[in-house]
C-alpha cells in the first residue's frame, strides 16, 4: 500500500500561511494530526493521530478545545449546517 501524503502536506501549507498571515508574531504551541483510516471499500475501521506533547492530559484538554471550537467556527460549513 502507498500513500499519497500530498493532500494532507497542502493542508499542512495552508494552515501554516493562515497562521502567519493571521497572527505575523504567534508561536505554534501543541499541534497534532488526526487521521481517519478507511478500508480499501471506503468503510471506516479507525481514528490515528499524532500530537506534538506526549502527556496525556494535554493531548485530552487539546483535543476537547479543538472539539469546542470546530462546534462554534463558522469554517467550512458543511451539507449539516
Known sequence: ???DTTQLLQMVAGLSEDIESDHP???IGTF???VEISDAEGNWTM???RCNDERRWVQAGF???A???SEH???RLGDDE
Open 1 to 3: 500500500m502507498s500513500i
Open 25 to 27: 508574531d504567534a508561536e
Open 32 to 34: 497534532a494530526v488526526v
Open 47 to 49: 481514528i490515528k493521530y
Open 63 to 65: 483535543f476537547a478545545a
Open 67 to 69: 472539539k469546542e471550537a
Open 73 to 75: 467556527s463558522h469554517e
